[in-house]
């Protein structure tokens, strides 16, 4: 992670801007997801590696800006809906999501909020993290 941020910066002119938003580890959506792709591990090694980068140990120069965080909600009209996206996205998802399926519509359910539009929206908070590169 510490090398693509690395190249990140490098395509970077002097004074440009790295914007990196993350997902936490924590919320709704993390937990709705757990069960099928438990993310904690990958989620704790992104903040080390931008916390690297934000202690200045990392060449090539970039300074810390700033961070803030905010909430993505995501709507799912139906179960069945946001389990052909995992799907799409993964198919190697679909033998986990078989075997956990009574769990992940309970999970659905339970973690999930009605929409106005209908459906189940989930909220997963994010933190943002902005550096600057000071040289090139």
């Known amino acids: 992670?510490?090398?693509?941020?690395?190249?990140?910066l490098r395509t970077l002119r002097t004074g440009g801007t790295l914007y990196v938003a993350e997902p936490l580890a924590e919320g709704p959506s993390f937990e709705l997801m757990q069960?099928?792709?438990?993310e904690t591990e990958i989620r704790a090694d992104a903040r080390a590696a931008l916390e690297q980068l934000k202690a200045g140990r990392t060449p090539p120069a970039a300074g810390f800006i700033e961070h803030f965080q905010y909430l993505y909600l995501s709507t799912h009209d139906s179960y069945e809906r946001f389990r052909d996206s995992l799907i799409a996205v993964s198919p190697a998802r679909k033998q986990a999501l078989d075997e956990k399926d009574a769990m992940m519509r309970e999970r659905f359910r339970s973690l999930g909020t009605e929409s106005v539009e209908g459906g189940?929206?989930?909220?997963q908070p994010m933190r943002v993290d902005i550096f600057q590169k000071t040289a090139a």
Request: a negative charge; proline letters at 6%.
């Open 120 to 123: 189940m929206a989930f909220v």
């Open 1 to 8: 992670m510490v090398k693509g941020l690395l190249e990140a």
């Open 35 to 38: 069960p099928i792709e438990d």
